[in-house]
């Protein structure tokens, strides 16, 4: 079996726009890919609301993605793919460019895992491979920068080259899924399976 890490944040979490509370079990995006990729692969999702790659929310704790990175891996192992999609919450503190650099430093510590935890059994027995995956564009502001809706434009192009640079598998999921309609950040029920649909076949390439 093949077991899976999905590190996200609230679009993984399942978020549900209408109602602010989450998404049903079957309704989310990780469960239809866990769905379509059957019983031989362990799909384990790990959302978190409003989590980032690198910053610290001053009005909600625990947030940073680098922080809580570690705690994921160790919990979660042994991991044959790591896959993380990250950078809208980042938009609240930073541009694209600042965004893709928290990235760049969340995708070396995983990479570095067994190295780092090498007094115990390695977090990918095989090595680390992951699936980058550039989060869907926004319809509306995250924070008080006026201008983050087009940064969220930008960070496909960033993030490709994070995936070329350190041999990553990547997607961009806003060619295949976009934010509903209520309030411009999080998926609709559509997108969730939209979204589902594309990663499973994504990661069936990765772990041919």
Known sequence: MKNILFFGDSNTWGFDPSTTLRY???TRWTTACAGILGEDFNCIPAGLNGRTTVFDDPMKGCR???KG????????KPLDLFVVM?????????D????????????KLVLSANERYNLSSPVFPAGPSVLLISPILLKAHVGDRDDDIAESARLSGLYQRIAENNRLYFLDASLYAEPSDIDGVHLGVEGHRALGEVIAEKIKTCLV
Do not use: F
């Open 86 to 94: 990250l950078g809208t919450n980042d938009l609240k503190h930073t």
């Open 96 to 107: 694209a460019q600042g965004t893709a650099e928290g990235m760049e430093r969340l995708i």
């Open 69 to 76: 990175l570690d705690y994921e891996l160790q919990t979660h």
């Open 24 to 26: 049903p079990y079957q």
């Open 64 to 66: 940073n993605g680098t």
